[in-house]
């Protein structure tokens, strides 16, 4: 019914750049909030950067000044351009979206993810 698709991640060096897309697709209404989270070997999973579909946003205070979030309503998008990158920064990103769909029972809402694209800062 929707899906997630995530692109852009990569292996780069420190202080170097990065920029993230994931694109909805499918029965989609209307989509809520998008955000990015991470998750690195050993860790849970945290909260990157979201985006309201007014475009209020959010950071972690560990990327804030460095990352920036954006998105495209009409292309169903959401980018995260990563700036100076770390290597703590090393995670597989996932992209979330909270959305409303078609179901046969009519308009639902739920939340969806991506398949996760891998980032990786050497130093």
């Known amino acids: 019914q929707v899906q997630l698709v995530e692109s852009g991640g990569g292996l780069v060096t420190v202080g170097g750049s990065l920029r993230l897309s994931c694109r909805a697709s499918?029965?989609?209404?209307?989509?809520?909030?998008m955000g990015w989270y991470r998750q690195a070997p050993g860790k849970q999973r945290e909260l990157v950067a979201a985006?309201?579909?007014?475009?209020?946003?959010n950071y972690a205070d560990s990327v804030k000044g460095r990352f920036t979030i954006s998105r495209d309503n009409a292309k169903n998008t959401v980018y995260l351009q990563m700036n100076s990158l770390k290597p703590e920064d090393t995670a597989v990103y996932y992209c979330?979206?909270?959305?409303?769909?078609?179901?046969?029972?009519?308009?639902?809402?739920?939340?969806?993810w991506g398949q996760g694209t891998q980032v990786t800062v050497s130093s």
């Open positions: 499918g029965s989609i209404f209307s989509i809520n909030a």
């Open positions: 985006i309201t579909s007014g475009g209020s946003t």
């Open positions: 979330n979206a909270n959305l409303t769909y078609y179901s046969l029972s009519g308009l639902r809402v739920g939340d969806y």
